[in-house]
């Protein structure tokens, strides 16, 4: 998916990668998120696009930024237990469709389509939070409105175990990417 991206990005974007880099190295921009911000905000770049062009740019500088390895930096010392949670969550809604973009950040996955419908967030050492976009969707007891948690979504789902992820958590979770 990733070599698609980079072939299809002079056709989508207008430049290849390598002229994206070249850009970005004038900016003097040092973080991951500054980068994805620039292109989006300066170049109109679309998030899956400014995301693969800011984390080939971090590794050409010799920052170690892959997706595996922003991942695993998520789920290391205390939060390492939470592990099998995430990858529960992602083989669920990778089944979802060809579409779902995973896309990792420093500190949370977002989950998108033609844009993000969730996201996951290793919180605590024992907690993980599933952001779910579901703007029309009443709260209950355990789909809570995401209130301080993260403005990019409307709900938010608190995990402790692999098994909180039911289907009662997939069915918010088709009906966000369905939206999406």
Do not use: C
Not at 30 to 49: N, P, R, S, W
Not at 63 to 73: E, F, G, K, N
Not at 102 to 118: E, I, M
């Amino acid at each position: 998916m990733t070599q698609t991206m980079i072939d299809n990005m002079p056709e989508k974007t207008g430049k290849s990668l390598d002229q994206w880099r070249k850009i970005l190295a004038k900016t003097k921009l040092a973080k991951h998120g500054e980068m994805v911000k620039h292109l989006k905000f300066e170049h109109d770049v679309t998030h899956g696009f400014a995301n693969l062009i800011a984390i080939r740019s971090l590794a050409g500088n010799g920052v170690t930024t892959s997706v595996s390895d922003l991942v695993d930096a998520q789920y290391q010392g205390a939060k390492a237990d939470l592990r099998p949670i995430y990858e529960a969550l992602i083989g669920m809604v990778q089944k979802f469709g060809k579409d779902v973009e995973v896309s990792p950040k420093k500190a949370y996955v977002s989950l998108r389509r033609s844009k993000q419908f969730a996201l996951i967030q290793p919180s605590t050492k024992d907690r993980v939070d599933v952001g779910i976009n579901l703007k029309r969707e009443n709260a209950g007891k355990r789909l809570e409105m995401s209130g301080s948690f993260n403005a990019m979504v409307s709900h938010r789902v608190r995990l402790t175990r692999k098994s909180d992820v039911n289907t009662e958590l997939k069915g918010w979770l088709r009906k966000a990417y369905d939206a999406a």
